[in-house]
């Protein structure tokens, strides 16, 4: 049985019209009916979609020796109260593609964090008569290497933020995992749970360790030897991150698939109604950080207005929170 065939007796045996179908998959009536003509094949993102709509496997789907339908077997209808259907296929695909991206993210986010090591180191050596050239030709060095190292880093995000792009509803929209969906990524999470405590702990020991070096280099006076210690605590700093990163983003697709923390549905609910407050905040604190140094000329001050806002913005995020929990009641 060919594909066109399987979407045409799943779409009679839920009972649809090729209308509904549509809407259930964010498409149009046309599409569906090319579909089961034969006119045209749904990608991939639409397949699993199918998958979760159906209630069936992606492979069921896809192969055309597999014909018989698993006894049993309900249609899914997409609910927005009890929200979006997540099959195990798709659930097992994000948590893949959430593993194959963590090392490429991770080490572009190390490469970011070091940029700017060859131009603090290359500044300290010529500021201290360490090589023979002038001012300009250092930073110029050091300059290019860091927009390079840059561009490098933004290479290795942008693939995998395509495909990390498709899963991005987990972030804002409500789930409902399918039968054996939730054992399988508990199951996934429990056995990563170790790995994920390591990088952690070596991590953030890392990133506290990093600035040992500096601080004992303050002791010799040395302006030169301060440096030597900025440019060590970027390179120390870039390795902590790259450890946190790599185990966050695999935690992460478990933790947004469970719906917990950050991810529970009343997070969401609660992002998205302050998400307009948000941008006008942000855009308002930055509006005055400007204003303020541009007219007081006094750039090595004003940036006290950043932590001060992230304080205030934590605040008022609560005070949000209290209100819309006394306004269900």
């Known amino acids: 049985m060919i594909l066109a065939e399987k979407i045409m007796n799943l779409r009679k045996r839920c009972g649809w019209s090729q209308e509904e179908l549509a809407e259930k998959l964010g498409v149009s009536r046309q599409s569906v009916s090319k579909w089961e003509s034969g006119m045209s094949i749904p990608d991939m993102e639409k397949i699993i979609k199918m998958s979760g709509v159906f209630g069936v496997s992606t492979d069921f789907l896809l192969k055309d020796e ?130 994920w405590m390591r990088n952690l702990t070596l991590g953030v020991g890392l990133c506290i360790a990093g600035a040992v070096p500096l601080m004992l280099t303050t002791i010799t006076g040395k302006d030169f030897a301060m440096i030597a210690g900025v440019a060590l605590l970027l390179i120390t700093v870039s390795i902590g991150v790259n450890r946190i990163v790599r185990g966050g983003m695999v935690q992460g697709s478990f933790t947004r698939l469970l719906q917990m923390g950050d991810y529970s549905p009343e997070n969401k609910e609660f992002n998205k109604s302050i998400s307009h407050l948000s941008t006008i905040y942000w855009c308002s604190a930055t509006a005055l950080y400007l204003g303020i140094s541009f007219y007081f000329n006094n750039w090595e001050r004003s940036w006290i207005i950043w932590p001060v806002a992230g304080v205030l913005y934590g605040a008022i995020c609560a005070v949000a929170a209290m209100v819309m929990k006394a306004a269900k009641k």
């Open 66 to 195: 597999i014909s018989e339908i698993t006894p049993g077997v309900a249609c899914v209808s997409y609910d927005e109260e009890e929200g979006k259907p997540i099959s195990l296929e798709e659930a097992n695909l994000y948590m893949d593609t959430a593993e194959g991206a963590a090392g490429p993210i991770a080490n572009a986010v190390s490469l970011f964090i070091i940029s700017p090591a060859l131009l603090v180191f290359l500044a300290g050596m010529q500021d201290s008569g360490m090589i023979g050239i002038s001012e300009n030709m250092a930073a110029g060095i050091g300059v290019s290497v860091l927009l390079i190292i840059v561009a490098i880093g933004v290479a290795m995000i942008m693939p995998w933020s395509m495909k990390l792009s498709k899963f991005s509803y987990l972030d804002s929209e409500k789930v409902t995992l399918m039968y054996g969906v939730q054992g399988v990524v508990e199951q996934r999470r429990n056995s990563f749970e170790p790995f």
